[in-house]
Nanobody
Framework: EVQLVESGGGSVQAGGSLRLSCAASGFSEDSYAIGWFRQVPGKVREGIAFLDTKDGTTYYTERMKGRCTISFESAKNTMFLEMNSLKPEDTAVYYC????????????????????WGQGTLVTVSS
């Protein structure tokens, strides 16, 4: 069973940066799709950035494209989301997620496309 534990959320002023971390355990397949979603109350969880652990291929949705970078440190089974030029509308609970094979990247996934989730970490951006 894959378990994901997040850290790194917090409060930042508009224009600032934050790095989120997500430590994974229980990876038993050769590769996974991993990524980050965010959610605000009353809205659906929406995808931000995704990575294929097999070859490092990444995919960014339009929501934060150009302002974030996803990475994966395989030796530590830890994924990161580096966010820059943050805006108040980026305020949300951010979740890391993983999908076991078969999976597909290159599109804006829905929540049910991923089957393992972190507990969520709150990011608050003030103006």
């Amino acid at each position: 069973e894959v378990q994901l534990v997040e850290s790194g959320g917090g409060s930042v002023q508009a224009g600032g940066s934050l790095r989120l971390s997500c430590a994974a355990s229980g990876f038993s397949e050769d590769s996974y799709a991993i990524g980050w979603f965010r959610q605000v109350p009353g809205k659906v969880r929406e995808g931000i950035a995704f990575l294929d652990t097999k070859d490092g291929t990444t995919y960014y949705t339009e929501r934060m494209k150009g302002r974030c970078t996803i990475s994966f440190e395989s030796a530590k089974n830890t994924m990161f989301l580096e966010m820059n030029s943050l805006k108040p509308e980026d305020t949300a609970v951010y979740y890391c997620a993983a999908a076991h094979p078969p999976y597909r990247l290159g599109y804006d996934p829905l929540e049910y496309d991923y089957d393992s989730w972190g507990q969520g970490t709150l990011v608050t951006v003030s103006s």
